[in-house]
């Protein structure tokens, strides 16, 4: 099982839903940057369950940075953070253990691990785990902050109902925006809409899902490989990392099919001494290299799988065709919860990719 990524920065993460605790490890950080521990806290916040829209599992999410990490400071030494689950029952998995649930990893991860896998929440594949995603990209995040690039994502849709897109000509104020909301939605009457719908589908024993979008700002030019180390490459091995995302594309995405070439290229022009394009279709990327321009990413986030309808399933030990009804706490839709994750996982692959710019050729 490999569960760490990274090149100049590099994370390992550990841990089940049900374990005593999930935790993760940041190599590769420089010592002397300033944490804001409460920043942290805030984040962590964005992802935990709120009303009738989350699962009714809430966990505290205190985060304990147990090495790496004094008086303020990174030591630059491995930066390890611990994060307790206190909130588990695992009772509600037993009856159901060798009954397969639809959309869930439970059958590959017996034909993978062959029984031996923890089983309890989802284990070592439950959503639960994002939350030291989080932890560490707050870290990410606060340093990119300092350096002037900005990231910030809303719900551009859940099931039918979508929210405004991003503008391009007020990026920075929609992206101090939707960060200072636990439900990030442009237009407010769409954040109502998006409710009611998700209060409605969890009466129905049912789920939703939708589509993110994402939004950097301030990158300059010249980040990022041609081919492997592509930004596109690694935020999308980064962001199908994720539980759930089912797609990742970067602009015009899909809609680049119905386009000819004219309108797909991106004019350049040299304007407040400065070139830039007149466009950006192409998200800020050419070549899988940063151009400058705002980096724009949709990323779609599939139905919780775990739905209280009753379901076909099979029962993996005594290979019988059975039906399922799942018991425990589980989320009707995710996407709200999700979007800090997203948000979280780009911060460290920005990083890593800067710092190998920096490497060979600094900050700038």
Not at 231 to 237: D, N, R
Request: hydrophobic share 35%; charged share 20%.
């Amino acid at each position: 099982m490999k569960n760490n990524f990274g090149n100049q920065i590099s994370l390992t993460l550990f841990g089940e839903s049900h374990g005593p605790c999930i935790g993760i490890t940041l190599d590769g950080l420089p010592s002397g940057i300033y944490i804001d521990l409460n920043r942290i806290q805030r984040d962590m916040d964005k992802r935990r369950a709120k009303g009738k829209i989350s699962t009714q599992r809430h966990e505290e999410d205190q985060v304990h940075i147990v090495s790496g990490f004094f008086e303020g400071h990174t030591t630059g030494s491995s930066l390890t953070i611990i994060i307790e689950n206190k909130n588990t029952r695992s009772q509600d998995y037993q009856k159901t253990q060798y009954r397969l649930r639809p959309g869930h990893a439970d059958y590959t991860a017996f034909e993978k691990y062959e029984g031996f896998q923890d089983y309890r929440g989802g284990g070592h594949f439950s959503g639960r785990l994002t939350a030291c995603i989080v932890a560490v990209g707050s870290i990410c995040a606060q340093i990119l902050e300092s350096q002037g690039v900005y990231i910030g994502s809303h719900l551009k849709q859940v099931y039918t109902i979508c929210d405004d897109s991003f503008d391009e000509k007020k990026l920075k104020e929609q992206i101090q925006y939707v960060n200072s909301l636990d439900f990030a939605v442009l237009n407010e009457q769409k954040a109502i809409e998006m409710n009611a719908l998700i209060e409605e589908v969890a009466q129905n024993k049912d789920s939703v899902g939708g589509i993110l979008e994402t939004a950097i700002i301030g990158l300059p030019a010249g980040i990022g490989e041609p081919f492997f180390d592509s930004v596109e490459s690694v935020l999308s091995h980064l962001l199908f990392s994720i539980p759930a995302v089912k797609a990742v594309s970067f602009g015009e995405g899909f809609g680049f099919a119905s386009l000819l070439g004219s309108q797909a290229n991106d004019a350049f022009v040299y304007t407040d001494h400065h070139i830039k394009t007149k466009t950006n279709h192409n998200a800020g990327i050419n070549g899988g290299i940063t151009n400058g321009m705002p980096v724009i990413i949709h990323t779609c986030v599939k139905p919780t799988p775990s739905i209280f309808k009753e379901q076909d399933s099979v029962d993996y030990q005594s290979k019988e065709n059975v039906k399922l009804t799942i018991q425990g706490r589980h989320d009707p839709c995710i996407i709200h919860r999700a979007r800090i994750v997203v948000d979280s996982i780009i911060a460290f692959g920005i990083l890593d990719l800067w710092m190998a710019k920096r490497a060979t050729g600094g900050w700038r």
